[in-house]
């Protein structure tokens, strides 16, 4: 039903009477059916979303706003989140570092490979999660203040991965990318699953860091030959 009362019967009725919208103000609405197929419960990254270069209208800057093709001189803050030395850019640069193959025990291309195998399984229950909290109460969006809690795929991926090979406790990763501990925890939770389900398995390291200086220790060290023929499975 449309605010009117008017049944939605078709995809026609829904544009046209969207089309219809009119203001005194002299708003005019332009509407019209897009066919494309786009995938539910997919989110992209925080850092991502900072990079864009956004410039935030003074009134309801998080509502209204203006989405330049290149980056403007008069963009505000939010465009300089991503500049060097941000929040963003620390936690950017602290996932390159989890995701070395000496932590991972898997090259870049594998990981992708892996995330790309996982991704539709995690749409699927993403689409259910939002589904069943639809109405449900806020959750709180940071610990500290200083990340969005949200966690990408990508990165819950490499996270159940380094937890796959018990390389350190939720605790360590939660303090590397300055989330809560249930949050590492839902992660986990939800990724093993997908893959157990997948046939991924990782060689457990030999030890476990109780530390996050102890478990970048390695990433600091030069590269062997060696290190490209880690076995992952």
Same mark, same amino acid.
């Given at each position: 039903?449309? %605010? ?6 078709s995809h026609e009725v829904v544009v046209k009477t969207i089309a219809a919208t009119r203001t005194s103000g002299g708003l005019r609405v332009e509407a019209a059916l897009d066919p494309g197929d786009y995938p539910t419960g997919v989110a992209i990254s925080t850092e991502?979303? /900072?990079?864009?270069?956004? !410039?935030?209208?003074?009134?309801? =800057?998080? %509502? ?6 290149? *980056? ?6 939010? #465009?300089? #989140? =991503?500049? *060097? =030395? ?28 892996? #995330?790309?195998? +996982?991704? *539709? ?23 500290? =203040? ?6 990408? @795929?990508? !990165?819950?991926?490499? +996270?159940?991965? +380094? ?7 939720? /605790?360590? +990763?939660? /303090? ?15 990724? $093993? ?16 860091? $109780? ?10 060290? *030069?590269?062997?030959? @060696? /290190? ?6």
């Amino acid at each position: 039903m449309s %605010w009117r009362g008017r049944p939605l019967t078709s995809h026609e009725v829904v544009v046209k009477t969207i089309a219809a919208t009119r203001t005194s103000g002299g708003l005019r609405v332009e509407a019209a059916l897009d066919p494309g197929d786009y995938p539910t419960g997919v989110a992209i990254s925080t850092e991502r979303l /900072d990079a864009l270069p956004l !410039e935030r209208h003074a009134v309801h =800057g998080s %509502w209204n706003y203006t989405l330049h093709p290149q *980056p403007a001189s008069c963009c505000t803050e939010a #465009v300089h #989140v =991503g500049a *060097p =030395g941000s929040p963003a850019q620390r936690r950017q640069a602290m996932l390159q570092q989890l995701a070395d193959l000496r932590l991972t025990g898997m090259t870049s291309t594998q990981l992708e490979r892996l #995330v790309a195998t +996982l991704a *539709p399984a995690q749409a699927a229950r993403a689409q259910q999660r939002h589904s069943q909290q639809r109405g449900g109460p806020r959750q709180s969006g940071t610990r500290s =203040g200083v990340f969005h809690q949200k966690i990408s @795929n990508h !990165e819950r991926v490499l +996270l159940a991965v +380094l937890y796959q090979r018990r390389l350190c406790t939720m /605790d360590v +990763l939660a /303090d590397l990318l300055d989330v809560s501990r249930s949050s590492i925890g839902n992660t986990i939770r939800e990724i $093993r699953p997908l893959l157990e389900q997948a046939g991924h398995t990782s060689t457990p390291a030999p030890t476990r860091s $109780r530390s996050a200086a102890e478990l970048l220790a390695p990433v600091t060290l *030069p590269t062997t030959p @060696n /290190d490209t023929h880690i076995p992952t499975s």
